[in-house]
């Protein structure tokens, strides 16, 4: 009888041992499985597309031309424009300004292609407090990315810096290259003109980017999205340089861990991290 009593607490013993250390394994198995970056590329896609239409009203709004968005500069060739820029009427503060690239893939000199069309309808002048502007892609592609929806921009006037800030709100799909799958992007930003203001040139214009975005990522999974340090545009990087080049966003996928994502220290790259877990990783921006 002795005997097997000692034999049932030691089976109990070792199936309780057996309970305990699986689900100590199962515990971690979530955290070290977890290092998928593709929300966050995702994210970035959009975010750069969303922040590339303001880039390109930004510039047809103040000059009427989009002459930072020519052709490629390459070897010895001539650069030749990439779109064609009509303004129904000059005159009038409010107006449209088509963005036409044509029906053809055109290399611009941030080295993306583009083709189709941006149409912007501006309430006032660009430069003027409450200033509503309206911009719809119609066949708009970059880098064979189908861009439709809507992005409206509205000028809050001067902060208390004398800066101009405009509210931005995109309500966009971005049907990705070769069946990559649909970015439901909706997102509420704030951006602020920090520098080149007073210019025409886009070249050499800075950009404080706050807020927060929402949607669902090429998985089928929702997200949320908040900028928790400003995320800084320089368009003074030069070709090809159009990523943020600091700031920082906790992007939370649904189901799994907060992605926390560093743009980095101000360096003109297309680099950023991201922490999983505790866990960082380096990912090349799209």
């Not at 290259?177 to 920090?194: D, M, P």
């Not at 929402?214 to 545009?233: A, D, E, H, R, V």
């Not at 360096?267 to 991201?274: K, R």
Request: proline share 1%; hydrophobic share 35%.
């Amino acid at each position: 009888m002795k005997t097997k009593s000692v034999l049932r607490i030691g089976f109990l013993i070792l199936a309780l041992t057996t309970v305990i250390v699986s689900c100590r394994k199962n515990d971690k198995e979530p955290d070290e499985a977890d290092s998928d970056t593709t929300a966050v590329q995702d994210q970035s896609l959009a975010s750069t597309i969303v922040d590339d239409i303001s880039n390109i009203t930004d510039e047809a709004g103040r000059s009427g031309s989009v002459s930072g968005y020519r052709m490629a500069d390459i070897g010895e060739l001539i650069a030749t424009s990439c779109a064609t820029v009509t303004i129904d009427s000059i005159a009038a503060s409010s107006k449209t300004i088509t963005v036409n690239f044509g029906t053809s893939n055109c290399l611009c000199n941030d080295f993306k292609f583009r083709r189709g069309s941006l149409i912007i309808n501006f309430t006032g002048r660009y430069r003027d407090s409450s200033t509503v502007i309206t911009i719809t892609p119609k066949n708009y592609f970059v880098n064979e990315n189908l861009i439709s929806g809507t992005k409206t921009i509205k000028n809050l006037g001067d902060n208390s810096a004398g800066h101009l800030v405009y509210q931005v709100t995109a309500n966009l799909l971005i049907f990705k290259a070769n069946n990559g799958g649909t970015i439901v992007w909706q997102s509420n930003r704030q951006r602020e003109w920090i520098a080149g203001e007073n210019t025409l040139t886009y070249l050499d214009d800075k950009y404080s980017v706050t807020g927060s975005a929402n949607g669902t990522n090429t998985s089928g999974k929702t997200f949320s999205s908040i900028i928790t340090s400003p995320l800084i545009k320089d368009m003074t990087c030069g070709q090809g340089k159009k990523h943020f080049i600091s700031g920082k966003i906790e992007h939370a996928p649904s189901g799994k861990a907060i992605r926390y994502i560093d743009f980095g220290n101000g360096v003109c790259d297309d680099i950023a991290t991201v922490t999983i877990n505790g866990k960082t990783y380096t990912i090349n921006l799209n």
